[in-house]
């Protein structure tokens, strides 16, 4: 089967009481901190390009970003920020330490 939901809501109703399989973005801990992960095959632009999805999304980077003025008004917080990397299983424990992704 599957479902929409109507409304974010419904759509958090729906994760939290029923064992479904659902879409979710990471990082995320609001309905599971250890999810399980669904491998799809490798993106696959012509299939893509057709209209069929049955491979994975091609991969996104994330950067970070600063105000365009921090170099200038705060030097170390600019070296610290351009020295800092984090992975994604990093943020991760992070929110589990702070027990909250808010």
Do not use: C, T
């Amino acid at each position: 089967a599957l479902a929409v939901a109507i409304s974010w809501e419904s759509y958090s109703r729906l994760v939290r009481n029923h064992a479904i399989l659902f879409y979710r973005w990471q990082p995320d801990l609001e309905y599971n901190p250890d999810p399980v992960e669904v491998h799809f095959p490798p993106w696959n632009p012509h299939e893509w390009s057709q209209g069929n999805w049955r491979s994975s999304a091609p991969s996104r980077q994330v950067h970070k970003w600063a105000h365009n003025k921090l170099r200038d008004v705060a030097p170390a917080a600019h070296v610290l920020a351009s020295k800092m990397q984090l992975s994604l299983q990093d943020v991760q424990d992070l929110f589990r330490v702070g027990g909250s992704a808010e």
